[in-house]
């Protein structure tokens, strides 16, 4: 509540008014004039002695009051909301004894007063408008934070020091504007770094923000990485650019180098440029990833003599390296339907290299014009299986006879190929694959996960009849044939497919191999796979799979196959060449990221050749990058799912981890992966003050940047107090009773009186 006082009269009324006045006038003039003739002096005291008891007359006929009008203000809450975090400490004296045990801040632990310092120095100075402003407002003090936490009271000497790990601006004051809920407005008083949302836009507020600028201080010296711009994925054995932003103040016009390493610590690429005084110099970097997979790297800048930190001269990014695209050679018999959707199928997917070879003649194949007339050229059997066999990745045999065109030695190289060199196999049936094709005492037969048994005589080796088929056990949880993630579904989905005419017979599986789906009639093998070697091998014993192209109403195609054909091969495809996605040892971090001084875990999913879970694995994981290699503890979490706590790393850096798995005595696979450790806390990556975060803050929120030494905002701030008030009722109190007046409007009467008939 807050009473305005004013004097009133309770016989306030005009005519009342006019007639004392007029009373008083004659009685004051009659009085002067009947005086004539008494000595000047007394004449006057006379004059002064009938004014007063007509005053108090006066006040008997008007009875003065004093009147309150009781007003109310809104109060509605102001918060003041302070950062209390690391940066707002740097170059403070406080930070000399955190240098002492933190070589990165060294440089940071000087004498000149810090952001702490002059904002302690600010709201102390300011206490008497806060307490003005207190009659208006109801302010609270706060610290930046995800949850508003007040201070109790506006001293900052009871926070005991600037140690927040983070700055989460943008997230506080929405969290403080749902808090606070009428908030007539915020003064912030902070260095402007984000640490949590870096580079965002300010958020749009509901309330007016009004951040104080210490623009007499002057901004450290010092370099840092602002970003690492990467692209989302790099391709192996081509190059890859990265852009380095790199900030200064101090330091403008001076030559910086940039350097990119990759885990081992080896600068695969440096470069240099000249410093902007204002803004950011951008550095690019380019290199060559040569292995695929998870890889990590660091990038550092130079680090100048009298910089606020160097901690922030260096920063982590990681690559998810990748095939550029697959190579992929598909050798064909004759342009049957198979081949013919096959090789659109695979022409149509902008990660392949496709090379077709259709067999459009044969060296049997009569011709009436010379060889050198002829516009189709000889099969290049030493080119493909010889010179540029290396440069694929999958090669497809398609109802394919090898004998007229090549020698059972090349057949050895395509062999090696998958064993020795990591390569992709895939047989697809027809009248001249496996028996038909003469490959049962070949090297493909080694490399094939369907034995080749022997014939009975006379009899064909591919069956043109219907193909009933369903998936098995293995095939509904393989990510080959996985269009639906819950098996019973999927393979009910499979059985709706168009059914297939024709398949090779004589087949049997490997021990070694997986089968994914049979015929239901004889329980024939439709499709197999196999770990061969290094390299991986898929035989399909029907040319009939362009059928899942035609129209029919599943789930996934629509009212059209395209799509369940299409997700096959690219499948197919993509595990033949070791897509990482689809390994059976798979590590990964649930954490978002590593930090230094945070301890962090790692899960590894182990399936076996079926990709089914696998339990009771023997896991070996060595992790390098925190000091000496490491060997991890792995506990099962359920069946197929280990749990690693890898030990703490004390610096920023590179962590890398290799696991080998065995199950039974054998090996089940293996996996490697790099990752980044980040700086324990971002608060010291970037120093000084963000005036352009500030300026957009305000400007977004309706508010304005104010210097701590203006203090107008605060002035302002009390005015609109003011006027944001309501009154609420009145109480009026004579000031004196009428007798009080009375009296002595007798007695200066009486004594007018009797003076005068003396003074005559």
């Not at 007394?42 to 009051?65: D, E, G, N, Q």
């Not at 600028?213 to 711009?229: C, H, L, M, Y």
């Not at 997979?293 to 260096?314: H, I, L, M, W």
Request: aromatic share 8%; hydrophobic share 40%.
């Amino acid at each position: 509540m807050i009473p305005l006082r004013e004097l009133v009269f309770l016989n306030a009324d005009p005519a009342w008014m006019l007639a004392a006045g007029l009373v008083a006038i004659i009685s004051l003039a009659s009085g002067f004039l009947a005086s004539r003739g008494i000595d000047p002096r007394k004449r006057f005291a006379l004059f002064l002695l009938r004014f007063a008891a007509l005053a108090f007359v006066l006040a008997v006929v008007l009875r003065p009051a004093e009147k309150e009008d009781i007003s109310r203000a809104k109060r509605p809450p102001l918060a003041v909301i302070v950062d209390t975090s690391k940066s707002m400490a740097a170059n403070s004296p406080s930070l000399a004894e955190a240098a002492r045990s933190s070589p990165s801040l060294a440089d940071t632990a000087r004498s000149s007063p810090s952001l702490a310092d002059a904002a302690r120095g600010w709201l102390e100075s300011h206490k008497p408008e806060f307490e003005r402003l207190s009659r208006y407002y109801r302010p609270v003090f706060l610290r930046v934070d995800e949850s508003p936490r007040e201070i109790s009271g506006p001293e900052l000497s009871q926070i005991d020091a600037f140690s927040g790990s983070s700055t989460p601006l943008s997230r506080s004051l929405e969290a403080v504007g749902k808090s606070y809920p009428g908030l007539a407005a915020a003064i912030l008083v902070s260095d402007g770094r984000d640490t949590v949302n870096p580079g965002s836009q300010p958020p749009s507020m509901a309330f007016p923000v009004y951040p104080v600028a210490f623009s007499e201080r002057k901004q450290p010296n010092d370099v840092w990485i602002e970003t690492v711009d990467t692209p989302p994925v790099a391709f192996i054995r081509t190059p890859v650019d990265i852009q380095v932003r790199v900030g200064a103040s101090g330091f403008g016009g001076r030559n910086v180098t940039a350097r990119v390493c990759d885990a081992d610590g080896n600068v695969l690429k440096s470069a240099a440029a000249r410093l902007e005084a204002t803004g950011e110099t951008a550095i690019t970097l380019s290199f060559t990833p040569n292995r695929t997979g998870r890889k990590a790297y660091s990038v550092d800048v130079t680090t100048f003599p009298g910089e606020a930190s160097a901690a922030n001269n260096s920063a982590q990014f990681g690559l998810n390296v990748v095939r550029d695209k697959t190579r992929v050679l598909l050798v064909a018999g004759s342009p049957t339907w198979d081949v013919k959707f096959l090789r659109r199928r695979l022409a149509q997917d902008p990660g392949i290299d496709l090379i077709t070879f259709l067999i459009l003649r044969t060296p049997m194949d009569m011709t009436l014009v010379p060889q050198n007339e002829m516009s189709l050229i000889p099969f290049p059997t030493k080119e493909l299986f010889s010179e540029e066999l290396p440069t694929f990745d999958v090669v497809i045999f398609d109802d394919f006879n090898f004998g007229p065109y090549v020698p059972v030695q090349y057949l050895e190289n395509v062999a090696a190929f998958v064993k020795n060199s990591g390569g992709g196999f895939a047989m697809i049936g027809g009248e001249r694959s496996f028996a038909g094709g003469g490959y049962g005492n070949t090297p493909i037969a080694g490399i094939l996960p369907l034995s080749i048994g022997p014939s009975a005589p006379g009899a064909k080796s591919f069956e043109p009849a219907d193909v009933h088929a369903a998936l098995t056990s293995s095939g509904a949880a393989h990510p080959i044939f996985q269009w639906i993630p819950d098996k019973l579904e999927n393979r009910m989905f499979f059985e709706s497919l168009p059914g297939m005419t024709g398949m090779n017979r004589f087949l049997t599986a490997r021990p070694e191999a997986v089968v994914l789906a049979e015929d239901t009639k004889n329980g024939a093998p439709l499709a197999a796979v196999m770990e061969t070697g290094s390299g991986r091998s898929m035989a399909v014993t029907t040319d009939s799979l362009w059928r899942w192209t035609l129209p029919y109403g599943g789930p996934v195609g629509g009212q059209g196959g395209e799509g369940v054909y299409r997700d096959f091969w690219t499948r197919a495809i993509r595990w033949l060449v070791h897509d990482p996605e689809m390994e059976q040892v798979k590590c990964s971090i649930p954490e978002e990221n590593v930090r230094a001084g945070a301890r962090a875990r790692m899960e590894c999913r182990v399936l076996d050749r079926s990709y089914q879970p696998v339990g009771g694995a023997k896991l070996r994981g060595v992790l390098s990058g925190s000091g000496k290699p490491v060997e991890l503890r792995w506990i099962e979490k359920e069946a197929g799912l280990y749990e690693a706590k890898m030990p703490m790393f004390s610096s920023p850096g590179i962590g890398r981890v290799m696991v080998d798995v065995e199950s039974g005595g054998m090996s089940v696979g293996h996996d490697e992966m790099e990752f980044t450790v980040a700086p324990e806390s971002d608060e010291l990556m970037r120093l000084g003050v963000d005036r352009k975060y500030l300026d957009a803050l305000a400007a977004a929120s309706g508010g304005r940047v104010f210097e701590a030494e203006d203090a107008s905002v605060l002035k302002a701030l009390e005015e609109t107090g003011k006027a944001d008030t309501e009154i609420i009722g009145s109480r009026t109190d004579e000031i004196w009773p009428f007798w009080r007046y009375l009296i002595p409007a007798i007695a200066l009467f009486s004594a007018d009186w009797w003076l005068r008939r003396r003074w005559r």
